[in-house]
């Protein structure tokens, strides 16, 4: 059974950091991509960041510059460095393969950003 557990969230002022990771078990991560999304309050889920197998990533412009994803396939583990924190951050992240299995949604981690 596949579980993804992310951890890392909490509050932070404008202009904080927060590095969140994301554990895989019954899933090797070495052997797919990996994304972070985020859903926002009253908003539907959204795409922040993605890095494949062989390490290559992407991002969302609205994060693009600010946010770092990163895999340590030894620890089975990906990680997404937030720095320059903004309000408009604030949602609970979530982490999944890429593409995304709807199997795979785990409770995420909640990131609160205040101005």
């Known amino acids: 059974q596949v579980q993804l557990v992310e951890s890392g969230g909490g509050l932070v002022q404008a202009g904080g950091s927060l590095r969140l990771s994301c554990a895989a078990s019954?899933?090797?991560?070495?052997?797919?991509?990996v994304g972070w999304h985020r859903q926002a309050p009253g908003k539907g889920r959204e795409w922040v960041a993605t890095?494949?197998?062989?390490?290559?990533?992407k991002y969302a412009d609205s994060v693009k510059g600010r946010f770092t994803i990163s895999r340590d396939n030894a620890q089975n583990m990906v990680y997404l460095q937030m720095n320059s924190l903004k309000p408009d951050d604030t949602a609970v992240y979530y982490c999944?393969?890429?593409?995304?299995?709807?199997?795979?949604w785990g409770q995420g981690t909640q990131v609160t950003v205040s101005s």
């Open positions: 999944n393969t890429d593409p995304a299995q709807r199997v795979y």
């Open positions: 019954g899933i090797s991560f070495s052997i797919n991509a």
């Open positions: 890095i494949t197998t062989s390490g290559r990533t």
